[in-house]
């Protein structure tokens, strides 16, 4: 089904996976055409291709197209047959040629192959009704399947990170079943199986719940914070496990680690405020104090360990089980370059990540003002004393209290300022909050 260039623009442009809408573009160039085994008798094509623009870099797209009987151009992942075919795939493992050089491998991890081997041959699937950059079907009510839609070159730390805690028993995640992955020239990951894990929802919908509720956290959301902390430092005790891979080794904390990630977030500062000014023209007047607070970073000892990261830590990315809490999403905030968010850092900087989530939740349940500080507070101080009890003792944080408390601040900064540029271009109606936390 060769789809014309005229009709797969504006079909682009509508899809909500697509992150560049209203862009103009100057070229679009189908790539590669996916040929899936099992898929050969269906009405539907899988391509990569190539959208350029008339300002910015190139971006390459995963597209499922199927032609409905009324003619019109659909997602063919809306078929659960396309989904099943891509699941048999994962499987039986092995790989397929696409194209004269290139070809799409199916990957088995860990005990996938047993867990993947529970489902029937031609499981019920169904969408996950959320927002989201990927496409996420459920099958069988025991696999979650996940395309990435956005294809980028390298190494995609969600599976990286996905098969080593599979690898190594951490529990409080989905398991990694399987994965599928493009090699050679548009080398990337295509999708991956999990275990489904039927949950009761994220933590973003039961903090603003327990917010809306009452604007002062209560014993039961408190104690419910301060256990997800615990499964954030048992996160990190995870990820600092094994001194053997040098992909995820512990390395102490340098002093030019420090002067790099106080750069970093000078120059982020500049290009954030430069931004935001036109909208929130008072944060000109908190530029160079702004400045002068994320130059302190360099001036810390060195002091705690450097570890895979998250890297996009937040309420949303924690589902309440039961009384227990499970971390998903590792691909990293998907604004920075796959390397950058495969480097290590300090743990803190994903537990700044989870203290700006609570503002967030606070300012969008409507917390009053005069009553958000406080309501702020209580739930960082409850999630930080589960977190500090975990990792407290593991060499992975500064000993000294007030180093700690200095990096941790920095680096709010640092995820405030990235707050701030995705909000402007995302979702300006959210923008004040970040704004309001540099005013």
């Known amino acids: 089904m060769n789809v014309p260039l005229e009709e797969l623009i504006p079909w682009l442009d509508r899809q909500r996976w697509y992150g560049n809408k209203g862009v103009p573009i100057s070229k679009l160039e189908v790539l590669e055409r996916l040929q899936l085994p099992g898929s050969e008798s269906l009405d539907a094509e899988a391509s990569v291709v190539q959208v350029s623009y008339l300002l910015g870099t190139p971006e390459r797209y995963l597209v499922f197209l199927e032609r409905g009987q009324d003619g019109v151009l659909r997602d063919a992942l809306e078929d659960p047959a396309v989904a099943r075919a891509m699941l048999a795939f994962a499987r039986r493992g092995g790989q397929v040629p696409v194209g004269p050089a290139d070809t799409v491998k199916a990957e088995l991890i860990g005990d996938g192959a047993r867990l993947l081997d529970l489902l029937p041959p031609e499981p019920a699937a169904r969408a996950l009704g959320v927002e989201q950059s990927n496409t996420s079907l459920v099958l069988g009510e025991r696999v979650l399947l996940k395309i990435f839609r956005k294809l980028e070159a390298g190494l995609n730390p969600e599976l990286e990170m996905g098969r080593f805690l599979a690898l190594h028993d951490f529990r409080a995640t989905p398991k990694l079943l399987a994965a599928l992955t493009l090699e050679g020239a548009s080398a990337s990951v295509v999708a991956l199986a999990y275990d489904y894990v039927r949950n009761d929802g994220d933590g973003w919908e039961s903090v603003q719940t327990a917010l809306r509720s009452s604007p002062r956290p209560g014993r039961a959301l408190l104690d419910s914070l301060e256990q997800l902390g615990t499964t954030v430092g048992a996160m990190h005790r995870a990820l600092a496990s094994d001194a053997s891979d040098p992909e995820f080794a512990p390395e102490p904390v340098k002093v030019e680690d420090l002067h790099r990630w106080s750069s970093s977030i000078v120059g982020e500062l500049g290009v954030s405020l430069a931004k935001a000014t036109e909208r929130f023209p008072a944060l000109l007047d908190r530029q160079e104090a ?117 990096m941790l601040g920095v680096l709010e900064l640092e995820k405030t300022l990235y707050e701030l540029r995705y909000e402007l271009l995302m979702r300006p109606d959210w923008a004040h909050i970040p704004a309001e936390a540099l005013g």
């Open 290 to 406: 702004l400045t002068e607070r994320a130059k302190v970073l360099a001036s810390v000892p060195p002091s705690g360990q450097k570890i895979r990261q998250h890297g996009d830590l937040h309420l949303g990315q924690a589902l309440r089980v039961g009384q227990e809490w499970m971390i998903i999403d590792w691909e990293g905030e998907p604004a920075r370059p796959l390397q950058a968010r495969r480097e290590k850092h300090t743990p803190l900087r994903d537990v700044a990540g989870m203290l700006r989530s609570f503002a967030y939740a606070a300012a969008v349940a409507g917390v009053p003002p005069e009553e958000r500080r406080a309501s702020v507070e209580a739930m960082r101080g409850a999630f930080l004393r589960g977190w500090q009890r975990v990792v407290e003792g593991t060499g992975l944080v500064p000993t000294s209290e007030a180093d700690r408390d200095t």
